[in-house]
């Protein structure tokens, strides 16, 4: 069937943080300099910020650059950080740095405890008021290329498509959306991102990209235990000495606070859940003292990029480029990346500005944006951590070693260390011990069913399933008989499940609705054998306030 086709200047794909940076950049770039721009950003999402999930305490150096009266205009950033703690949790105790041993990199003063989904929403608004058509529910799922070679955009996925493959009564084809440049700021592991990565060797020559999976809660809790704009970490108890890995947590406006642990995807064990690790660190005395007697009331989770500098692909190619997470500008130590998402959706909007001005057609690269970037304050905030996560391989102990010199020189370290894939790095079930998890109390831990329940997520269930096996025999056949299943634990979401092992023919059950879009299957599956799609567009999470 013919698709119906628009043309545009500028194709975003993702609305946030890096992707609505670029469409306000462009648009301003079109006023100051008198020359119209045609700009529109496609998300996958139900709503803008319906699948943003991060932290978050937010770093405004970008923002203040990109729109400087932010404040007049009623940007959602209502709680600046008043106080930082930093801990080492053992079992039933903790220790608290003394903030002076802390490098300058890990202090928040002047930084902000947000929503970034609520951000995007204002961002959005902000973007809509310069002109960028903005539409939601619509999931890129094609890349669109020239004859030449270049990329001509992207193709939305088709709506109504049965789960047999068949065409139900509401189906409608998907739209081509054609640009002299497409901006892909898909966010971390976008599937659109990692396709066009192999198709132009964007990933010749540099480091592997590493991973952390991040799970959050967000708590309703009693008045007299807030305390608004309070910043812990932690890291330590419940992870073992080879895992890296920390916990966050933020006292946001209006008695709400924000709870999480990250863990690092190049976990050895195959037996290790990150769910069930999360809910086991909540009890904690540290943590669970800010929590109790208080309501969760949102849950979610994501993969975050730990690669850092040298995990940096070539971003360009003719006809567009790689913003944002789709990109990977994460500062691990900081904890911290949409500051830098939205400088590299700001710098690539003016070198694609720049091209559009001189009567470019896309048929050239965006050689600006790589430029622009190797001189940016992104690329000096990198340079200067790159060695903080890799040194982690080594164990805890050398790893905070490392990182803190690290930290406190400034990256005067004369080598840049590389990272191993993360799917690369289970063992064998047999040669690791088997971790025996508390049954969850309804309190302070929970299960995973009851977690999705709060992640508003939804697919339509007559569907194709958007997680696709290369090989249907691998999970039993490689997974289950050396790994015991371990994407039955690594997935935040229970979306995979192994059935009928007491009958002694297991399968492997994927419950596609349950998905959270976190991609940590895709990326941590050890023979690679899982590929996550873009489902029907507007399914996924539907997160509030995260």
């Known amino acids: 069937m013919t698709r119906e086709s628009m043309e545009y200047d500028v194709v975003i794909v993702g609305a946030g943080p890096a992707g609505l940076a670029a469409a306000i950049r462009l648009k301003q770039l079109g006023l100051e300099g008198n020359h119209e721009v045609n700009v529109t950003v496609i998300e996958k999402g139900s709503e803008v910020g319906a699948h943003i999930l991060s932290g978050a305490v937010f770093e405004p150096q970008a923002l203040d650059e990109l729109i400087p009266d932010w404040k007049d205009k009623g940007a959602p950033l ?34 902000y405890i947000i929503s970034l989904g609520n951000l995007c929403r204002w961002l959005a608004t902000q973007a809509e008021e310069l002109g960028v058509e903005i539409y939601p529910g619509f999931a890129a799922k094609e890349v669109l290329f020239h004859d030449d070679g270049r990329v001509k955009g992207v193709a939305t996925g088709d709506m109504g498509i049965a789960a047999d493959g068949s065409e139900k009564a509401t189906f409608e084809p998907g739209i081509e959306l054609h640009a002299k440049y497409t901006l892909f700021a898909e966010g971390v592991r976008g599937s659109l991102s990692q396709e066009l990565m192999a198709h132009f060797g964007l990933r010749d020559g540099v480091a592997p990209q590493t991973y952390g999976l991040g799970i959050k809660e967000l708590w309703q809790v009693d008045a007299a235990k807030h305390s608004a704009g309070l910043v812990q970490h932690s890291f330590g108890w419940p992870l073992d000495s080879k895992t890296y890995g920390g916990t966050f947590l933020y006292h946001l406006e209006e008695d709400l606070v924000a709870v999480g642990l990250v863990v690092a995807l190049d976990y050895k064990n195959p037996h290790l859940s990150p769910f069930d ?36 692909p070539k971003l360009t190619f003719a006809g567009g480029a790689l913003i944002g997470c789709s990109a990977g500008f994460l500062n691990v130590p900081k904890v911290k990346g949409s500051h830098n998402a939205m400088k590299s959706g700001t710098l690539a909007a003016e070198a694609a500005f720049e091209s559009l001005r001189e009567g470019s057609d896309g048929d050239d690269e965006l050689t600006g944006y790589t430029a622009a970037m190797r001189r940016s304050w992104v690329h000096k905030e990198l340079k200067e951590v790159r060695n903080c996560r890799p040194a982690f391989r080594w164990g805890v102990l050398v790893g905070t070693l490392v990182s803190g010199f690290e930290l406190w020189t400034r990256g005067a370290l004369p080598w840049t260390f590389g990272h191993h894939p ?13 971790i025996d998890y508390p049954k969850p109390d309804g309190e302070l831990s929970f299960d995973k069913l009851s977690s999705v329940f709060i992640s508003n997520t939804n697919h339509e269930e007559d569907q194709p399933v958007h997680l696709r096996l290369k090989d249907e025999a691998v999970p039993i056949a490689h997974n289950l008989a050396l ?25 492997l059950q994927i419950n596609a609705q349950n998905c959270l879009h976190c991609k940590t299957c895709d990326i941590k ?10 489902p029907e567009g507007g399914g996924g999470p539907n997160y509030p306030n995260m």
């Not at 015991?484 to 009958?503: K, T």
Request: proline share 8%.
């Open 78 to 111: 209502n709680t600046p950080v008043k106080k930082d703690s930093f801990l080492v949790l053992s079992r039933s105790g903790a220790f608290k740095l003394p903030n002076f041993l802390l490098p300058s990199q890990m202090h928040n003063k002047g930084n």
């Open 483 to 507: 790994y015991d299943a371990p994407e039955q634990r690594y997935c935040p979401a229970g979306v995979y499940e192994i059935v009928d092992a007491e009958a002694g023919a297991p399968q």
């Open 422 to 434: 993360d799917h690369k790095s289970l063992k064998p079930a047999a040669q690791c011990r088997k």
């Open 277 to 312: 690790e999360f809910q086991r660190v909540k009890t904690h005395p540290a943590i669970a003292r800010h929590l109790k007697g208080g309501k969760r009331i949102a849950y979610g989770a994501r993969a975050i990029n730990e690669g850092g500098l040298q995990a940096i």
């Open 525 to 534: 599956d050890p023979t690679q054998n899982i590929r996550w799609t873009v």
